[in-house]
């Protein structure tokens, strides 16, 4: 198996379960960390929180700086909704879809197209007012493939996005998708 990494770097694995040796090292103040359910690699910043729960076909990851837990929701995080092998649509033509409609609803500052072997993702960036003023960034991506559809998105609230973007950034510049899911 293969996992591709977005953004920066296309990091390659010869099987599933990398070995640690076999990781790129990760940026100061992170770590990397394996999701067996939907074979993803993420980076983690040092004290925050992870969670995975799975409902109605969706497996979602997230990685807060609150507690979800604790607090019920968080303010600043990645989130991961992994819907493997879609059955009734094109993987692709919903993640074109749900990046035009994010920007077509909210005001988007930019967006872009990318493309990592069987990966193909839009993505963009928009301020939204989801229970006050927030700023995210936003990738969908299909494995044209598998039909497997990926939502990533890193949001914080506006008046901490320059801090939390730092973060944000790293988190989503390498992100490591096995390509035979």
Known sequence: MRTA???????SFATWAPAEDNLPPAPPGFSWK????????LLVPEGWFVK???A????AIFITK???DEDGRYSTGLSVNVVQKLKDKKAVEVAQSHIAKLQEQNKGERSWKTNAGKLKGYGCQIKADKGGPLRMSCLALANTETNTLYLVVFEAPEADWDTAWKKGAEMMKKLGFDDEV
Do not use: W, Y
Request: hydrophobic residues 40%; charged residues 30%.
């Open 5 to 11: 990494t977005l953004f920066v770097a296309l990091i």
């Open 34 to 41: 394996q999701f067996e359910k939907t074979k993803a690699l």
């Open 52 to 54: 995975e729960q799975s």
């Open 56 to 59: 109605k076909g969706t497996d």
């Open 66 to 68: 609150e507690n979800i």
